[in-house]
T-cell receptor, first 114, second 113 residues
Framework: DAGVIQSPRHEVTEMGQEVTLRCKPI?????LFWYRQTMMRGLELLIY????????DSGMPEDRFSAKMPNASFSTLKIQPSEPRDSAVYFC????????????FGQGTRLTVV | SQKIEQNSEALNIQEGKTATLTCNYT??????LQWYRQDPGRGPVFLLL?????KEKRKERLKVTFDTTLKQSLFHITASQPADSATYLC????????????FGAGTRLFVKA
């Protein structure tokens, strides 16, 4: 398996634009996580899915953020409208369970909002 | 408030020595504690997981201890090598009505040849 695949690797967009980040988890994994990493706040859990169902989205910062998982092999994180403070590295991770199992991270998407 | 604290200052050690990294937490009751390694520009990579009823776990040159009384985990790398230089993150799995994995900010380790 190629691991968790995220796209794009880098995204530069203007404030107010919509941004969509994509993730393909490892085949067979039933849990998917979206994290955001910044120097100030470290790695923050935004939302996680189990069997394609959102379980906990309490980490989603605002209504501008939304995430979907239409099937077991694809998830998106959308920011609309984007703001400069959304600039960060966004990671997607997948695992065989939600707890007590190792998470496999993608390479991340570096988002810059200007 | 709930906190996970790792040494914010970088740890510099000489090749061959043992590196010891600390993870302290408050107001959590984690069922599991994990350690990850992160290299610049890459996602974290899982290293070790230890359960709340385990005191110690080893894997090759790595050792993790977990003291739920002190609310602390120690991560040791023995016979350290320059290739061990990276940021090391601790993560707690705790139950808040559903399990969540919460990460510490990480400690940068530099191993000098």
């Amino acid at each position: 398996d190629a691991g968790v695949i995220q796209s794009p690797r880098h995204e530069v967009t203007e404030m107010g634009q919509e941004v969509t980040l994509r993730c393909k988890p490892i085949s067979g994994h039933n849990s998917l996580f979206w994290y955001r990493q910044t120097m100030m706040r470290g790695l923050e859990l935004l939302i996680y899915f189990n069997n394609n169902v959102p379980i906990d989205d309490s980490g989603m910062p605002e209504d501008r953020f939304s995430a979907k998982m239409p099937n077991a092999s694809f998830s998106t994180l959308k920011i609309q409208p984007s703001e400069p403070r959304d600039s960060a590295v966004y990671f997607c991770a997948s695992s065989l369970g939600t707890v007590g199992t190792e998470a496999f991270f993608g390479q991340g998407t570096r988002l810059t909002v200007v | 408030s709930q906190k996970i604290e790792q040494n914010s200052e970088a740890l510099n050690i000489q090749e061959g020595k043992t590196a010891t990294l600390t993870c302290n937490y408050t107001n959590y009751s984690p069922a599991y504690l994990q350690w990850y390694r992160q290299d610049p520009g890459r996602g974290p990579v899982f290293l070790l997981l230890i359960r709340e009823n385990e005191k110690e776990k080893r894997k090759e040159r790595l050792k993790v201890t977990f003291d739920t009384t002190l609310k602390q985990s120690l991560f040791h790398i023995t016979a350290s090598q320059p290739a061990d230089s990276a940021t090391y993150l601790c993560a707690l799995d705790h139950n808040t009505g559903g399990f969540k994995t919460i990460f510490g900010a990480g400690t940068r380790l530099f191993v000098k040849a």
